[in-house]
């Protein structure tokens, strides 16, 4: 899987160089660049943002930066250009540098007149490398000047983490964990202008806004992260035990959370696992987890319990 991340501070994302990531890229199971916005800027400051219109606090990131930034990583426009001295972009991965790819100079603040953001903002609704066609809005959206638009199987699914869009779930982690390409943006400050997924909905990309959370962060660099590892563990090969993320938490029958773990010794402190657990009985192991499960997502997530799949929950017990 090929992923692009575009922050102000892309040096975040050194820390992917740790852990099960850092092996997942070692052994070319993902391959990541995280790239400086500020490297498509062209002013002396390299600034991205500006006061909002309508005015109130804070700063919004600016729509030019952003669509010189994605039309290069998009292949959406030709390079026409030198790129700018100051390309910068930190390679996560040793092997790996996207940044051949050339910002252009061109003004890409291309939106076109009387784009209606409302009518483009559907959100997430398009399955991962899907066509334009797929974009239930795309209708809607008005005709938008595009040239050199590559196919869009080839095309990345391009994610911007929003705290006041629709919550990142498993169900999403699991979908684009099948997407060949992600293209993420951080936000910073009050956020991006609204324009930019709107305009790249309406040129047919695949774009996502995902909240990680009710709270709000400073940035979307942790937000990504979140996404990414729960979407790159479920990779083929990038977990040690593959068994690992089959029975999880919102995952498999019926998405509930998981029942309590516990390992060894018996007692702890005066405190033993439950009997069940050592009885070598697997039925009675399963059904005691199984029912733990239930109970548990009833107390801490009734919402799970109302969307649950009552066929799948009503399978015979796990042969063992
Ligand atoms: N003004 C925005 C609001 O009130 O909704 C908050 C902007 S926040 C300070 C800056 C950036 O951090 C956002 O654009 C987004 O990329 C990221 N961010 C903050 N909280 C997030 C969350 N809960 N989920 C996803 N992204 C978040």
Same mark, same amino acid.
């Not at 991205?48 to 990131?61: K, N, S």
């Not at 930066?65 to 040793?94: I, K, Q, R």
């Not at 809005?137 to 705290?163: G, M, Q, T």
């Given at each position: 899987?090929?992923?692009?991340?575009?922050?102000?501070?892309?040096?975040?994302?050194?820390?992917?160089?740790?852990?099960?990531?850092?092996?997942?890229?070692?052994?070319?199971?993902?391959?990541?660049?995280?790239?400086?916005?500020?490297?498509?800027?062209?002013?002396?400051?390299?600034?991205?943002?500006?006061?909002?219109?309508?005015?109130?606090?804070?700063?919004?990131?600016?729509?030019?930066?952003?669509?010189?930034?994605?039309?290069?990583?998009?292949?959406?426009?030709?390079?026409?250009?030198?790129?700018?001295?100051?390309?910068?972009?930190?390679?996560?991965? +040793?092997?790996?540098? @996207?940044? #051949? /790819?050339?910002?252009?100079? %061109?003004?890409?603040? !291309?939106? $076109?007149?009387?784009? *209606?953001?409302?009518?483009?903002?559907?959100?997430?609704?398009?399955?991962?490398?899907?066509? +334009?066609?797929?974009? @239930?809005? #795309? /209708?809607?959206?008005?005709? %938008?000047?595009?040239? !050199?638009? $590559?196919?869009?199987? *080839?095309?990345?699914?391009?994610?911007?983490?929003?705290?006041?869009?629709?919550?990142?779930?498993?169900?999403?982690?699991?979908?684009? /964990?099948?997407?060949?390409?992600?293209?993420?943006?951080?936000?910073?400050?009050?956020?991006?202008?609204?324009?930019?997924?709107?305009?790249?909905?309406?040129?047919?990309?695949?774009?996502?806004?995902?909240?990680?959370?009710?709270?709000?962060?400073?940035?979307?660099?942790?937000?990504?992260?979140?996404?990414?590892?729960?979407?790159?563990?479920?990779?083929?090969?990038?977990?040690?035990?593959?068994?690992?993320?089959?029975?999880?938490?919102?995952?498999?029958?019926?998405?509930?959370?998981?029942?309590?773990?516990?390992?060894?010794?018996?007692?702890?402190?005066?405190?033993?696992?439950?009997?069940?657990?050592?009885?070598?009985?697997?039925?009675?192991?399963?059904?005691?987890?199984?029912?733990?499960?239930?109970?548990?997502?009833?107390?801490?997530?009734?919402?799970?319990?109302?969307?649950?799949?009552?066929?799948?929950?009503?399978?015979?017990?796990?042969?063992?």
């Amino acid at each position: 899987m090929k992923i692009d991340i575009v922050s102000v501070f892309p040096e975040y994302f050194d820390v992917l160089n740790l852990s099960l990531f850092g092996k997942a890229q070692a052994k070319g199971l993902v391959e990541v660049t995280a790239h400086n916005l500020r490297d498509w800027t062209h002013d002396v400051h390299h600034s991205v943002d500006d006061t909002p219109v309508g005015g109130g606090a804070g700063m919004v990131m600016k729509p030019a930066v952003w669509a010189e930034c994605l039309d290069d990583l998009l292949g959406l426009e030709p390079a026409t250009v030198t790129p700018s001295s100051n390309n910068s972009n930190t390679s996560v991965a +040793a092997t790996t540098d @996207a940044t #051949a /790819s050339v910002p252009s100079t %061109a003004n890409a603040d !291309a939106a $076109p007149e009387g784009t *209606d953001i409302a009518a483009s903002e559907e959100s997430n609704a398009a399955p991962v490398n899907t066509t +334009a066609d797929a974009n @239930a809005d #795309a /209708s809607d959206a008005p005709a %938008a000047p595009v040239s !050199a638009v $590559p196919p869009a199987s *080839d095309r990345p699914v391009l994610i911007f983490p929003n705290p006041s869009a629709p919550l990142f779930t498993q169900r999403d982690a699991t979908e684009l /964990s099948h997407a060949d390409h992600l293209l993420f943006g951080c936000g910073r400050y009050e956020g991006y202008d609204a324009r930019i997924p709107a305009y790249y909905r309406a040129q047919g990309v695949d774009v996502r806004e995902y909240s990680i959370g009710d709270y709000v962060l400073n940035g979307g660099e942790v937000a990504v992260s979140v996404m990414l590892e729960a979407i790159t563990r479920l990779l083929p090969g990038f977990m040690g035990n593959p068994e690992s993320i089959v029975e999880e938490s919102y995952t498999g029958e019926g998405a509930l959370l998981e029942h309590r773990q516990y390992t060894k010794p018996a007692e702890w402190r005066g405190i033993r696992v439950p009997d069940v657990l050592l009885s070598g009985d697997h039925g009675k192991v399963d059904r005691f987890r199984r029912d733990e499960a239930l109970a548990r997502t009833d107390e801490i997530r009734p919402d799970l319990i109302a969307k649950l799949d009552c066929a799948a929950l009503s399978k015979p017990d796990r042969k063992t």
